[in-house]
């Protein structure tokens, strides 16, 4: 921060001109495309980094009421736990870089809140604990896992009862009374 925020004075020496531009340059490698077009023009780390922080700063409302609904409207629909969670997380970080920081109570609530219905359950009981986010991303974690295994253990029981089913059934009405009805005839006594 003491290398970006004072402005190099008039009579900075080489190195110091030297170490400016390299962290100036570096600067510049790390902006997304977008970024860049804002900043172009800035020929120390000073202007540079005054630049930026002007981008955002004047971004900061508007950002804030964009990230924050996208935040309270998030829902798992589709997503599986983990990628609701990392989304959500994307969420929230995004809200700490503008100064609005979500605390741990809240984020556990909204997190609870977006789950699928199929989690109503776990999201009773978990709501009413008062757990860090952590430990309550691990047990909706490991309940979705559970019911993703029953699920699989119950499509494996009706297709093996499907399978099993039909095939008994098929073998026994062609092995059975027709292969010993057609035996009967061909082997019994002929009527002449």
């Known amino acids: 921060a003491q290398i970006i925020e004072p402005p190099l004075p008039a009579n900075a020496i080489a190195f110091q001109r030297e170490l400016d531009a390299h962290l100036g340059l570096w600067i510049y490698s790390t902006l997304a495309d977008n970024l860049v077009d804002h900043v172009v023009g800035a020929t120390t780390t000073y202007d540079l980094w005054t630049r930026i922080n002007a981008y955002f700063l004047a971004n900061r409302a508007a950002r804030y009421m964009i990230l924050n609904r996208q935040y309270r409207n998030l829902k798992q629909g589709d997503l599986s736990i983990s990628e609701y969670a990392r989304r959500m997380k994307q969420l929230t970080d995004g809200l700490a870089d503008i100064d609005h920081a979500v605390t ?8 609870l809140h977006g789950l699928d219905k199929c989690l109503d359950t776990i999201r009773v009981v978990l709501g009413d604990q008062g757990l860090p986010f952590d430990v309550v991303l691990s047990r909706v ?9 029953r699920s699989a253990e119950e499509s494996a029981s009706v297709f093996a009862l499907h399978n099993g089913g039909s095939s008994s059934g098929s073998s026994s009405s062609t092995g059975g009374p027709r292969g010993d009805w057609s035996g009967e005839r061909t082997t019994g006594p002929s009527p002449h």
């Open 141 to 149: 974690t490991l309940a979705e896992e559970s019911m993703a295994q």
């Open 104 to 111: 741990e109570v809240d984020l556990t609530t909204q997190f």
